[in-house]
């Protein structure tokens, strides 16, 4: 069993930044596949980055040269970086990481981005 608890959510103004954090329970984001997702009320979760067990990121278009996905592996911590925000940002992000067949979610934090 993995446990995610996410944090740093709030409420920023456009053009802001934040740092999420993804805390995890036992040490998994190095022989795993982590990401962040976002669901905003009425629309379906999307993808925002990903990391691969093996460091690789991938982002969706629409945060590309904005977000930064990273890691520490000794903290098991899994980090998303966002800069410029911009108002259609604004969603629950929550974190996922797909080990042994099975996908693990934290609870998520609400990101607020304000015009």
């Known amino acids: 069993q993995v446990q995610l608890v996410e944090s740093g959510g709030g409420l920023v103004q456009a053009g802001g930044s934040l740092r999420l954090s993804c805390a995890a329970s036992?040490?998994?984001?190095?022989?795993?596949?982590a990401g962040w997702f976002r669901q905003t009320p009425g629309k379906q979760r999307e993808l925002v980055a990903r990391?691969?067990?093996?460091?690789?990121?991938n982002y969706a278009d629409s945060v590309k040269g904005r977000f930064t996905i990273s890691r520490d592996t000794a903290k098991k911590t899994l980090y998303l970086q966002m800069n410029s925000l911009k108002p259609e940002d604004t969603a629950v992000y929550s974190c996922?990481?797909?080990?042994?067949?099975?996908?693990?979610w934290g609870q998520g934090t609400q990101v607020t981005v304000s015009s």
């Open positions: 036992t040490t998994i984001f190095s022989i795993s596949t």
């Open positions: 990391m691969s067990s093996g460091g690789t990121p």
């Open positions: 996922n990481v797909l080990f042994g067949g099975f996908n693990y």
